[in-house]
Nanobody
Framework: QVQLVESGGGSVQSGESLRLSCKASGIILYDMGWYRQAPGKQRELVASIAKDGSTNYSDSVKGRFIITRVNAKNVLLQMNDLKSEDTGVYYC?????????WGQGTQVTVSA
């Protein structure tokens, strides 16, 4: 059974940092992405890492967030210089053989 579990969210002040973790069971995180969903908004991709280690970031987080693969089943999202607009529920996502897998999400709240 495939399961993705996010952790590391919390409430911080603007300018502070958080590190999110996505741990997988039942699947290897070849290509995976971190998404966030702010209240009243659609879920958006903020960072992704491919099997070859290449990374991509949305313009809104480029230079502040860093995605890294610890091992085949653990991917981190280091979030620095957090802003109030980074507030939302963060989800990790991967797919395999045409099926999409999501974690339950972890809440990040940044107050000004």
């Amino acid at each position: 059974q495939v399961q993705l579990v996010e952790s590391g969210g919390g409430s911080v002040q603007s300018g502070e940092s958080l590190r999110l973790s996505c741990k997988a069971s039942g699947i290897i995180l070849y290509d995976m992405g971190w998404y966030r969903q702010a209240p009243g908004k659609q879920r958006e991709l903020v960072a992704s890492i491919a099997k070859d280690g290449s990374t991509n970031y949305s313009d809104s987080v480029k230079g502040r967030f860093i995605i890294t693969r610890v091992n085949a089943k653990n991917v981190l999202l280091q979030m620095n210089d957090l802003k109030s607009e980074d507030t939302g529920v963060y989800y990790c996502n991967t797919s395999r053989l045409g099926l999409d897998y999501w974690g339950q999400g972890t809440q990040v709240t940044v107050s000004a």
